[in-house]
């Protein structure tokens, strides 16, 4: 499974950004599909997660309300929808994808396989 992650920009605060990740490779209901972001000194923190079947979903405190986690099966993506962005915002976004915890441990970077290289978004104040 290979990730390619996509959409990241500089925006001002309030605006709106839509990520994409495009997978190629074997993907199939069993794949927990993860957004993760990491800001400069700080962790890998989660973000938001879907499992590929779709029914699924879950969010990160912060962003919840304001960021949704979609797919487009035919085209083998998920997007994360990123509305009212905040300074805080502001890291590298990755997108990953596990097989292994059955959507139990989705927010765990740890039991993530595959890893896209990572989209800069930049929310100015």
């Known amino acids: 499974v290979q990730l390619q992650a996509s959409g990241g920009g500089l925006v001002q605060a309030g605006g709106s950004l839509r990520l994409s990740c495009v997978a190629s490779?074997?993907?199939?209901?069993?794949?927990?599909m993860g957004w993760f972001r990491q800001a400069p000194g700080k962790e890998r923190d989660f973000v938001a997660a879907?499992?590929?079947?779709?029914?699924?979903?879950r969010y990160a405190p912060s962003v919840k309300g304001r960021f949704t986690v979609s797919r487009d099966s035919a085209e083998n993506t998920i997007y994360l929808q990123m509305n009212s962005l905040k300074p805080e915002d502001t890291a590298v976004y990755y997108c990953?994808?596990?097989?292994?915890?059955?959507?139990?441990?989705?927010?765990?970077?740890?039991?993530?396989?595959?890893w896209g290289q990572g989209t800069q978004v930049t929310v100015s104040s």
């Open positions: 879907m499992n590929w079947g779709g029914q699924s979903t």
């Open positions: 490779g074997r993907i199939n209901s069993n794949y927990v």
């Open positions: 990953a994808a596990e097989s292994r915890s059955g959507f139990s441990y989705y927010s765990e970077s740890s039991y993530y396989d595959y």
